[in-house]
RNA sequence: UGAGGCGUGGUGCAGCUUGGUAGCACGCUUGGUUCGGGACCAAGAGGUCAUGGGUUCAAAUCCCAUCGCUUCAACCA
């Protein structure tokens, strides 16, 4: 240490939303761009999206999604045809007025979510029950006029996947959003290591024209909510607005049942904010792209050093483990900060001292911890630590999930909840309108969530006296 | 949309009050010495000071306008 350090980043602890934006930057996962609210997705973070793009290939295949791709723009007068929809999203679209030098005759709006799109393409392809059901994904960008913006967490531009599908029932249409909504969740506790509180958005918070929306909701470490996925049972409204019909086994006219899914990049926010500290980015193992660094310490001194960590290099990488060796003649302790930074879950250094012992030092970005590790034994030390690893990740973040949702039992002690940045208040509640509305205005917090895991704890709403209906989690939200 | 902060080599800043034609640190390049927690020495490259207009013999500096970024509050993944 000595004052020149090559980045320095705000504490996590001082302010939650600096430090975000440092290790946004610091870490090389964006930078912005010329436009207002817009990033480049830079390498290191790019990568992070790839991980989840392949883990839910995988998974979206398995249930007979196909990926597709229609256009960015959508004519005006499509995208008015189901007013509850366009209603929500009207107010934040971006607008195309002119083609070349020339005004065009209908306005193109920037797709800001496709429905509409793939319902007029839907409404061309499905003739038959024998078509259903349609299972479509898209992977692209959208554009919503925020006005606030922050790297990931909102920006006018991000990157998602949209599922569509198509059904002959409501049941099959429902299950099928649930068990995306449950996919979501495992990619929750597999790949990202953040648990989830899963269930269903009230009606307040559902997505413009949806019958139903299911989400995934996590707490961030300023205990505010953030959604983080979303799936939606949207009935045969769409159908109906877009004329999608087919001939049943009674060769009657029937409209298919519509499902839509979608995560975006704002993983990548969550994913920062739940796991980073003040040295930088920490990276899960499962989802780091880079998942182990192999820093050689004085190389020069004897070339058993270099060889060494080159044969373990590949020793890993046949294991299918990602890892990376720096040679450069930066300074170890340079190295150890920058990749600390970068968040990459194991480091290797290997030096003179280790030789002697035939060991090698394997240190845990997560927690700090060193361990020394035989050079006969390398690789299964490795993937150990892999999985250890990610099992505390994710059970430190559970553990403060679950220190952070606080049984209620009046207006008042909600209050105390929200206002003292408590997490998630769980209360006995009607589902009332104005209560929401009384909440919102006292409190600035939203009913996040109706838990699938409901174990009701009162019969009675104590803020309108009314029966109870649901468990609901209030919280001020992203 | 409301309130603040900021625009000067790649990055972070100083210079502006009191006008005289741009400087520091880090980074970058080359060579050498280094290497177990952000190394050092030497030599280099790199900026029409956000944009437009105005005042002036002269503007990074003063005046007007515009644009952008960013932070905090209200809405959406």
Redesign the pocket.
Known sequence: ??G?????ITSKHD????W??DVCLKAELMD?A??????VYRPDGYALWEEIQNYLNKKFKGYGVRNVYLPSLIPMSLLNKEKEHVK?FA??CAVVTKGGNKTLAEEMVVRPTSETLFCDHFKDILHSYNDLPIKYNQWCSVV?W???????????E?L?QEGHTLHESEVEAREFALTILRTYNEMGRDLLAIPFVCGRKPA??R?AGAKD?Y?IEALMPDCQAL????THYLGTSFSEAYNIRYSNKENKIAYPHYTSW?????LLGALIMVHGDD?GLVLPPYIAPIQVTIIP????ADKAILDNCKKLKSQLEEHGIRVTLDNS??????K???Y??KGIPL?I???????EKKQ??L?RRFD?A?IAISLDAPVDAVIDQLQEIHKGMYNKALQFLNEHIHEVHSFDELGEVITKSQGFAKIMSSNDPEEEQKI?EAF?A?PRVIPFDQSPFSDTDPITGKKAEDVVFYA???
């Not at 302010?15 to 600096?18: G, V």
């Not at 010329?34 to 990033?39: E, H, S």
């Not at 979608?262 to 704002?266: A, I, K, N």
Request: with cysteine; proline share 6%.
């Open positions: 240490m000595n020149k350090k090559v980045t320095s302010n939650l939303t600096q975000y934006t912005y010329q436009a207002k609210g817009f990033i929500g107010p934040e919503r925020e006005k606030t913006t922050r790297p990931f967490l909102r920006g006018a991000f998602w307040s918070e997505f929306t989400t959604q983080c996925g979303t979608g995560v975006s990049t704002r040295e310490i004085r190389p020069d003649n930066k300074t170890p302790g340079w150890f900060a920058q600390e930074m480091r250094e290997l030096g003179p001292k280790d030789l090698f030092m240190t700090g060193k919102k600035n939203t001020r939200a992203y």
